[in-house]
């Protein structure tokens, strides 16, 4: 009788540390698919804060060194066009001014500093997407996790029991991020 409760005794125990066993793992997994969805916020907030101030830092350079190129445009033409000595000297310090700005941002930046943003804002672009995407795949990952332990035998039971649901669905692209993003300068 003895042997018998001990056997009793030990299969209760066994069936407790089960229990709280897939209780953890339902809890962590659940934890789990919330810290990948607060990362996709954390990604989408980062590209929300950088990709505006990329954009205005190369839209200010493109003007910087259009409005370089254009003031020596006019200052040629205008020195081209003057009828008198005085005109002349007048366009001519005045170009002189404008290619020593052009001298200094070309020893400064071989290429032209607009040419180098536009290409770290293409880079920054093309890494923020991906890592976007990457989160969204952990999340879906973490997420499909979750839902196999809340919905198999005998995680279901104890999920059941303690009220934990299914994830409520998988990330999904709107009918927007189907359309091509327009990028304006």
């Given at each position: 009788m003895q042997k018998f409760l001990i056997i009793?005794?030990?299969?209760?125990?066994?069936?407790?540390?089960?229990i709280v066993s897939i209780y953890n793992s339902i809890i962590t997994k659940n934890e789990n698919v919330k810290a990948k969805w607060a990362q996709i916020e954390n990604q989408l907030q980062?590209?929300?804060?950088?990709?505006?101030?990329?954009?205005?830092?190369?839209?200010?350079?493109?003007v910087h060194e259009k409005n370089l190129f254009t003031d020596i445009t006019r200052l040629r033409t205008q020195w081209a066009q003057s009828t008198n000595v005085?005109?002349?000297?007048?366009?001519?310090?005045?170009?002189?001014?404008?290619?020593?700005?052009?001298?200094?941002?070309?020893?400064?930046?071989?290429?032209?500093?607009?040419?180098?943003?536009?290409?770290?804002?293409?880079?920054?672009?093309?890494?923020?997407?991906?890592?976007?995407?990457?989160?969204?795949?952990?999340?879906?990952?973490?997420?499909?996790?979750?839902?196999?332990?809340v919905r198999t035998f005998p995680g279901n039971l104890i999920a059941k029991k303690f009220g934990y649901k299914p994830a409520t669905e998988y990330f999904k692209a709107e009918e927007k991020a189907k359309l091509v993003p327009e990028v304006k300068f």
């Open positions: 009793v005794l030990a299969v209760a125990i066994l069936c407790a540390l089960g980062r590209r929300n804060d950088l990709i505006p101030n990329l954009v205005n830092t190369v839209k200010g350079y493109a005085d005109d002349k000297l007048k366009a001519a310090q005045g170009m002189d001014a404008a290619l020593s700005r052009l001298i200094a941002v070309a020893e400064n930046y071989p290429n032209l500093k607009a040419n180098q943003n536009f290409l770290a804002l293409q880079d920054e672009l093309s890494g923020t997407e991906n890592r976007i995407a990457v989160e969204r795949m952990r999340y879906n990952q973490a997420v499909k996790e979750y839902n196999i332990t």
